[in-house]
């Protein structure tokens, strides 16, 4: 694989790779936001994944491709929660020893659930930067092999056999809708989506607090901020010190990106399990949210949003969908 990009026939190679580890997920219509839009919306349920998001394609990509010494020596990352559980999944299935350094701010139902899937878990830290510090001390002081949560070759490669997925259910596709956080996700579904078709539209979604990525673009250069509590916390998290790759991935194949507040993006995960019974977290409401509140304009006539992920606590769940949901006052994710 290029040290300086990924290409085509890597997102190729990774989905023959990872088939034994990561299944294929749905596409299904979502009548009601394409009565809202007037275009044929379609979701992409990487919430029904086998670990319950996106991220275990690019980890068991990232899992594979490391040497017989490597596996033998083990791995170590640093998640907001739904990294980590895909990392301890696609090391149990191919044996090989997980560390998950998390900090002080991820919910503790994507504590446990690493837990669960035989990781040693590492809490370390009020902030993602923090935790991604004491893992990269552990890479060190273990000899393990620091896996990346989204800038890595193989990491994007991995995301982006979404992309394969939507163009053979969706061949007419026009705009995808893709959350947007360290940008590994949106980088690969945007590179194989842009390169088999210029013309379809690559839309990024975060949301309004503290979304790096979306700052980093207007600056144009990677740039940290303080970590908010939100509803999407699976896309908290700063953008890599330094980016190597997916900053200027998504410069160059992202046509455009929005922000959705905490009402906003609560009102999307109402409104999918709602409509469509569909379990789905903050980070992964986002796209819906979007359209929901008409901020993304002539999407054509065929649109995939991705759910990408949905794991959300149960309590919560219930007060977004019961309406007692009200959103905290600002405060750093380091206070929860």
């Excluded at 309004?208 to 901020?225: F, K, N, Q, T």
């Excluded at 890599?240 to 200027?248: E, I, L």
């Excluded at 399990?273 to 359209?291: M, P, Q």
Aim: with cysteine.
């Amino acid at each position: 694989m290029s040290n300086t990009a990924v290409t085509l026939q890597d997102i190729y190679l990774a989905r023959r790779q990872i088939a034994v580890i990561a299944r294929r997920t749905p596409v299904i219509r979502c009548p009601w936001l394409s009565e809202l839009t007037g275009a044929a919306v379609h979701l992409k349920l990487e919430s029904l994944q086998e670990t319950g998001s996106f991220k275990l394609r690019g980890a068991a990509n990232k899992l594979v491709s490391l040497t017989a010494e490597e596996q033998q020596r083990g791995v170590v990352a640093v998640s907001t929660g739904n990294h980590g559980r895909a990392l301890s999944f696609a090391a149990r299935e191919l044996g090989i020893p997980a560390f998950v350094c998390l900090s002080e701010a991820v919910p503790a139902n994507k504590v446990e659930a690493i837990k669960e899937l035989g990781a040693e878990v590492v809490i370390h830290g009020r902030s993602y930067d923090e935790a991604a510090d004491h893992a990269h001390r552990l890479q060190q002081e273990r000899g393990l092999t620091f896996v990346e949560p989204f800038d890595d070759p193989y990491v994007i490669a991995g995301q982006g056999t979404i992309a394969l997925e939507l163009l053979e259910e969706l061949p007419e596709l026009d705009a995808a809708v893709v959350p947007l956080s360290g940008g590994g996700l949106i980088s690969g579904i945007a590179m194989a989506l842009k390169e088999t078709n210029p013309a379809i539209r690559v839309i990024g979604v975060s949301m309004d607090r503290a979304p790096v990525m979306y700052h980093s673009l207007r600056a144009g250069r990677p740039i940290e901020m303080e970590e908010l509590e939100t509803l999407a916390d699976a896309l908290v998290g700063g953008i890599g010190r330094p980016n190597r790759y997916t900053f200027s991935m998504v410069q160059r194949y992202v046509d455009e990106t929005v922000l959705v507040s905490e009402e906003e993006i609560a009102a999307g995960m109402a409104f999918a399990f709602e409509n469509h019974e569909l379990v789905v977290e903050g980070g992964g409401a986002v796209g819906i949210a979007a359209l929901m509140q008409g901020k993304v304009q002539d999407l054509g006539r065929h649109v995939a949003v991705v759910v990408s992920g949905g794991n959300v606590n149960d309590e919560l769940l219930r007060q977004i969908v019961g309406g007692g949901w009200r959103p905290a006052e600002d405060a750093s994710a380091s206070r929860r």
